[in-house]
């Protein structure tokens, strides 16, 4: 790894204008998400309990993997590419990939008409339809998520060790073993379900018969 500038606190002002009024609107998604779930989906959106397919699915996947995607791209031009100069970066967009693939997550919870299944999808081995382009993605962004999370408390306990926690010292220290394979982890499996939802959305337009290839994902990703 080349040498590069460490990470330092960004300070300012926390709560600007700006910052409260996301507050406030979170807020209201807040109180909407509980009546969505109170009433159900067809209630709130005017779409199928049963079959919510929609405008919504593509908006999430737009907005939260988009959000999701600088921790991922940056990873990889650091840690695999060996671009130290972009370290100081990492921080910020692995909060913000977290950040974002936790938002997509709750979305599609928000999204699916039969939400209360979802924790069947990592457990049911024997269920799983290999043939289901959606089985990867639901995999893998489950999967990242955690990952994405233990990438980002590395750097929550060592700025508690800082201050003399003798317990977070020791939580930070063995993070530090691990996270080679973490990093490993976060490159590959973005690069697996980002191919996937590529091809999901090629499915839904019209392809000429040269695509329909089962390497349909990575011609997306190339």
């Given at each position: 790894?080349?040498?590069?500038?460490?990470?330092?606190?960004?300070?300012?002002?926390?709560?600007?204008?700006?910052?409260?009024?996301?507050?406030?609107?979170?807020?209201?998604?807040?109180?909407?998400?509980?009546?969505?779930?109170?009433?159900?989906?067809?209630?709130?959106?005017?779409?199928s309990d049963g079959y919510p397919w929609g405008i919504w699915i593509a908006f999430d996947v737009v907005t939260g993997t988009a959000m999701g995607a600088g921790g991922y791209a940056l990873a990889l031009l650091i840690y695999v590419l060996n671009n130290g100069k972009y370290h100081p970066l990492i921080r910020g967009a692995l909060v913000t990939t977290a950040l974002g693939y936790t938002i997509a997550g709750v979305s599609v919870m928000l999204d699916v008409g039969r939400w209360w299944h979802i924790w069947k999808i990592p457990l049911f081995v024997t269920q799983w339809n290999g043939n289901s382009a959606l089985l990867e993605v639901a995999i893998c962004i489950m999967a990242y998520m955690i990952v994405a999370w233990i990438e980002v408390s590395s750097s929550i306990f060592e700025h508690w060790g800082k201050k003399g926690n003798a317990t977070a010292q020791s939580i930070h220290s063995a993070l530090r073993k691990i996270l080679p394979f973490v990093i490993a982890l976060g490159v590959l499996l973005p690069t697996m379900h980002q191919s996937s939802l590529g091809t999901l959305m090629m499915l839904t337009v019209r392809l000429h018969p040269l695509w329909h290839s089962q390497l349909m994902p990575l011609l997306f990703l190339v």
């Amino acid at each position: 790894m080349s040498a590069h500038a460490h990470a330092t606190p960004v300070g300012g002002k926390l709560l600007t204008p700006g910052y409260l009024l996301l507050v406030g609107i979170a807020l209201v998604g807040g109180v909407l998400g509980l009546y969505r779930f109170a009433v159900g989906l067809g209630a709130t959106t005017a779409m199928s309990d049963g079959y919510p397919w929609g405008i919504w699915i593509a908006f999430d996947v737009v907005t939260g993997t988009a959000m999701g995607a600088g921790g991922y791209a940056l990873a990889l031009l650091i840690y695999v590419l060996n671009n130290g100069k972009y370290h100081p970066l990492i921080r910020g967009a692995l909060v913000t990939t977290a950040l974002g693939y936790t938002i997509a997550g709750v979305s599609v919870m928000l999204d699916v008409g039969r939400w209360w299944h979802i924790w069947k999808i990592p457990l049911f081995v024997t269920q799983w339809n290999g043939n289901s382009a959606l089985l990867e993605v639901a995999i893998c962004i489950m999967a990242y998520m955690i990952v994405a999370w233990i990438e980002v408390s590395s750097s929550i306990f060592e700025h508690w060790g800082k201050k003399g926690n003798a317990t977070a010292q020791s939580i930070h220290s063995a993070l530090r073993k691990i996270l080679p394979f973490v990093i490993a982890l976060g490159v590959l499996l973005p690069t697996m379900h980002q191919s996937s939802l590529g091809t999901l959305m090629m499915l839904t337009v019209r392809l000429h018969p040269l695509w329909h290839s089962q390497l349909m994902p990575l011609l997306f990703l190339v």
